[in-house]
């Protein structure tokens, strides 16, 4: 709760215990009916938290981003984005990296509470040494980003942390189920070799056993230049792997580029980082996941 509406609160309660004598109890219903609001930074901590704070009275999700906007590698903040942030008992943030801009945030809004989903998780590194963000699409880290959120949330939000614990129970059930499921489906592949879209896949590949071979788009949001093009056409040819997969999130160019020069076929992987709802369907990531599961084995058995 933020320390202005404490304030206000207290001198309503003052107030009123003046006019009418109230006991300590009055203040507490006060504080519940103020309800408790959690601002999730983009489409998957939205999803993710939204499986922890479901059928919880008086708890308000709010997704910053919509449910359309990706990754946010690179993103500014909208005023609009501002003014629900304003509005934040607490910020689910992935971490790790993905939102550059919470420095500018906390300097505006210094007693915001910020759950981070990805404590704990051990980041994967690049060639470079930089530290992949996409954690999420591995099914044991969201398992952990699922614990994080219901116990830093619990730690915030006291009155709630039963609820939010059953909740999250209940949906890493649901997870555990779906990791078993596309480990066993997975297994016996013989090939493993995969072409990705951009770096979102390292966490999920690792998780099945895959190798990503080549990544189409090193820099999100950026087409790659015809050498990068044509250095990853040579990958293709000299691997021999069969198939490639592009994400929903982004144009088709290259990848048929690609395709055409080495007769690879294009397949969907999804990393799950837009919906098609702004409520979100709550099992969006176990649906998406059963997709790419399908598409995996279309593409490799
Ligand atoms: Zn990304």
């Not at 934040?88 to 971490?95: K, L, S, Y």
């Not at 420095?103 to 470079?128: F, M, N, P, R, W």
């Not at 230049?225 to 198939?243: F, M, N, Q, R």
Request: proline share 3%.
């Amino acid at each position: 709760m933020h320390v202005k509406k404490l304030g206000l609160l207290i001198a309503l309660f003052m107030l009123f215990s003046i006019s009418a004598g109230c006991s300590q109890n009055g203040m507490e219903n006060n504080s519940k009916e103020e309800g408790f609001t959690v601002v999730t930074s983009f489409y998957p901590i939205y999803l993710a938290t939204i499986n922890v704070t479901k059928d919880v009275k008086g708890v308000e999700t709010i997704n910053m981003t919509k449910p359309q906007t990706g990754c946010l590698h690179d993103y500014q903040l909208t005023p609009e984005d501002l003014i629900k942030i304003e509005k934040a008992d607490a910020f689910v943030a992935n971490g790790a990296g993905m939102e550059a801009f919470l420095g500018d945030v906390l300097k505006q809004q210094k007693d915001l509470e910020i759950i981070d989903a990805s404590q704990g998780i051990e980041l994967i590194k690049d060639e470079s040494g930089e530290e992949n963000t996409h954690v999420w699409v591995s099914i044991t880290n969201e398992i952990i980003q699922v614990r994080n959120i219901a116990e830093q949330l619990s730690s915030i939000d006291k009155v709630h942390s039963k609820q939010y614990k059953a909740n999250a129970d209940t949906y890493i059930g649901k997870l555990e189920i779906l990791k078993a499921k596309m480990h066993q489906s997975l297994k016996n592949i013989k090939n493993r070799d995969i072409i990705t879209f951009h770096e979102a896949f390292p966490y999920f590949a690792k998780e099945f056993d895959l190798n990503i071979i080549a990544v189409i788009e090193r820099e999100p949001g950026t087409a790659p230049s015809p050498k990068e093009l044509e250095a990853t056409i040579k990958t293709v040819k000299d691997s021999g792997v069969k198939a490639l997969f592009a994400e929903p999130q982004y144009e088709l160019k290259s990848a048929r580029v690609i395709a055409n020069e080495t007769g690879v076929k294009i397949y969907t992987l999804d990393p799950i980082v837009t919906g098609d709802a702004d409520t979100g369907s709550y099992d969006e990531y176990i649906t998406i996941m059963e997709a790419n599961l399908k598409s995996l084995l279309e593409a490799l058995e």
